[in-house]
């Protein structure tokens, strides 16, 4: 069992885990190699102490390097669910488990807000991981939709699996192949049912009849990975002490609410690493 598991790798994130491993705990931090798509696309920051008018490509370039020389690893799995048992957090990230002490939540702002009926029907015909619930859809009839060409291997794994696939991209250009795989230009708008997921109603008007979709998203909303997370206006309430309503989660970063600023997410990262570490040693 980790002492701590991390995820999200952007500033708030790698703050966290530098802290974690200047202190010699043992953690996993799951998140992109490429970091923080909001860092490396920022044109010019002029706010971040020590750094007049860096590039968002060098600032990226130098939180990659302390990385490096931290021997501190990324893990590229995308967490699609967390479980608090009694005394510890289970994870599951591309269909495998793990377990850990304490969570920092450094996930960012999940822009996508779910689709009507993502929520209601998830577990019942929506599902986030391919490979965990690919094998319930043999010989059925299915919907991706996805936000980046880097799941596109799970649409073509999903396609040898089901009967056919309605594939939604939400980026240009997807390359996503098979012989029973549809490439929609359409997108869906809300999904509809009575048990479990029957159709998907598209933008067009028009309706689907699906047994199941797989949203394939780079972030999942912090209320569907954990539930039972207290939220203000869609944000993660924490203290002072970067905790949240659930005991050994920590949140930081721009999940926890404005400003969206890196370096208040480097500060929240620090903070929350800190507390972890108290909170380990009171529960030893």
Same mark, same amino acid.
């Given at each position: 069992m980790y002492d701590t598991?991390?995820? &999200?790798?952007?500033? *708030? /994130?790698l703050s966290a885990a530098l802290n974690l491993k200047i202190h010699n705990r043992d953690f996993v931090w799951f998140g992109s190699a490429d970091m923080s798509d909001k860092v490396r696309k920022a044109h010019e920051i002029n706010n971040y102490p020590g750094f007049a008018g860096v590039s968002g490509m060098e600032l990226f370039a130098g939180f990659d390097t302390h990385r490096e020389q931290m021997g501190i690893a990324i893990t590229e799995k995308t967490v %699609?669910? #967390?479980?608090?048992?009694? @005394?510890h957090y289970m994870v599951l990230a591309d269909n495998e488990m793990y377990e850990a002490k304490t969570i920092a939540v450094c996930t960012g702002v999940v822009n996508a807000m779910p689709l009507p &009926?993502?929520?209601?029907?998830? /577990?019942?015909?929506?599902? +986030?991981? *391919? %490979?965990? @619930? /690919?094998?319930? +859809?043999? /010989?059925?009839?299915?919907?991706? +939709?996805?936000?980046?060409p880097k799941y596109e291997h799970e649409v073509e794994f999903l396609a040898d699996l089901a009967?056919? !696939? %309605?594939f939604f991209a939400a980026y240009p250009n997807p390359g996503a192949a098979g012989s029973n795989v549809e490439h929609c230009t359409d997108f869906p708008v809300k999904i509809e049912? &009575?048990?479990? !997921?029957?159709?998907?109603l598209l933008k067009s008007g028009? %309706?689907?009849? !699906? @047994?199941? #979709?797989?949203?394939?998203r780079n972030a999942i909303a912090p209320a569907t990975l954990l539930p039972k997370l207290a939220l203000e206006e869609g944000h993660i309430v924490v203290d002072r002490q970067m905790s949240t309503n659930l005991p050994g989660c920590f949140a930081a970063g721009d999940c926890t609410g404005r400003p969206y600023q890196y370096a208040k997410a480097v500060g929240e990262g620090n903070v929350a690493a800190h507390a972890i570490l108290s909170f380990l040693e009171s529960n030893s």
């Open positions: 598991i991390i995820i &999200g790798s952007g500033p *708030a /994130g %699609t669910n #967390i479980m608090h048992a009694s @005394d &009926g993502e929520t209601e029907f998830l /577990g019942r015909g929506v599902s +986030y991981c *391919a %490979t965990c @619930d /690919g094998n319930f +859809y043999k /010989g059925k009839r299915i919907a991706v +939709y996805s936000n980046a009967e056919h !696939v %309605t049912g &009575g048990m479990k !997921v029957e159709r998907l028009e %309706t689907l009849g !699906v @047994d199941g #979709i797989f949203i394939l």
